[in-house]
């Protein structure tokens, strides 16, 4: 089975700053990398698709990169409203899908 | 719009059955997979398994074959989750999601607005 590991599990940050959220997979993944948001009481919305693919409607302060098994979520210019855990999800071993252990993000 | 509800908050004992509903709207039912995603208290997410909604064909995670069963019901666009043999780890909030993209290239969205089982004696 493939692992996720993310890091860190837990970061603070203020207004305004960029913050940067890595994700490791156990194996090569190729670009098969996914990364959701999840707001306290609410279902997890999707963000970056395929490593890199912001999807429709998210705002362009999000952005993935990475491929094999290092990838990165960097939310730049951090809004109060981006409070959250964030989590990434590979697919290449659809039908099988794993999560990371989660990244929640505090605001200072 | 694509819209996924969910059933209701279910109180269970160990050792019962829970069955949890997804009702569609707003795309074609047959032409997404759907998964299911559970969330115990405080923890992450933990992938459960997904079905055809055309072929009813399914797939599940390992650590719960023998004890999850999806199926669904292509006359008013649901999905169900069942889960047996109830403990006290299977409280969660459980989603579903529905598959988009190509395999490998998919992930899930839009996904339910989860429904909470808790398993208590």
């Known amino acids: 089975d493939i692992q996720m590991t993310q890091s860190p599990s837990s970061l603070s940050a203020s207004v305004g700053d960029t913050v940067t959220i890595t994700c490791r997979a156990s194996q090569s993944i190729s670009s098969y990398l996914n990364w959701y948001q999840q707001k306290p009481g609410k279902a997890p919305k999707v963000l970056i698709h395929?490593?890199?693919s912001l999807q429709s409607g998210v705002p362009s302060r999000f952005s993935g990169s990475g491929s094999g098994t290092d990838f990165t979520l960097s939310i730049s210019s951090l809004q109060p409203e981006d409070v959250a855990t964030y989590y990434c999800q590979q697919s290449y071993s659809t039908p099988l899908h794993t999560f990371g252990q989660g990244t929640k993000l505090e605001i200072k | 719009q694509v819209q996924l509800v969910q059933s209701g908050a279910e109180v269970k004992k160990p050792g019962a059955s829970v069955r949890v509903s997804c009702k569609a709207s707003g795309y074609t039912f047959t032409d997404y997979y759907m998964h299911w995603v559970r969330q115990a208290p405080g923890q992450g997410l933990e992938w459960m398994g997904w079905i055809n909604p055309k072929s009813g064909g399914t797939i599940y995670a390992q650590n719960l074959q023998g004890r999850v069963t999806l199926t669904r019901d292509t006359s008013i666009t649901t999905v169900y989750l069942e889960l047996s043999r109830l403990r006290s780890d299977d409280t969660a909030v459980y989603y579903c999601a529905r598959d988009v993209g190509t395999p490998p290239e998919n992930w899930f969205d839009p996904w339910g607005q989860g429904t909470l089982v808790t398993v208590s004696s």
């Open positions: 395929d490593a890199s």
